[in-house]
């Protein structure tokens, strides 16, 4: 459950966390009812943008990315900034995993 945790400890705390690089998983946001998602973080996407430079969302290929897919193309629709990135030919295991957090590590220090 590590995608789900870091999305349930940085967008509850968005005063402490600036990159949040969420792998193998979209959490459980309803893209239905992003506003209401996390106390209302995608509410303001200004706000949002302001607050967090790097939002990641990284899946592998054969585990099913669709979900993760929509999240970042509905985020992307309400104005909140996100990179989507999906490891090819990787299902939910290291490798993909290893391959977001290359992804994601250079996106820190830009």
């Known amino acids: 459950w590590g995608g789900l945790q870091t999305f349930n400890i940085t967008l509850n705390n968005l005063d402490k966390f600036s990159h949040i690089g969420g792998f193998s998983g979209a959490g459980m946001i309803n893209t239905n009812q992003l506003n209401e998602a996390y106390n209302g973080v995608f509410k303001d ?37 996100n990179i989507y990135y999906e490891s090819p030919g990787t299902a939910h295991e290291f490798l993909t995993w290893r391959r977001c957090l290359r992804e994601f590590v250079p996106l820190l220090f830009k």
Do not use: D, M, Y
């Open 45 to 81: 996407p200004i706000a949002f943008n302001e607050k967090v430079s790097v939002f990641f969302l990284g899946i592998g290929s054969e585990e099913r990315p669709e979900r993760t897919k929509n999240l970042s193309e509905a985020l992307q629709k309400a104005g909140i900034n």
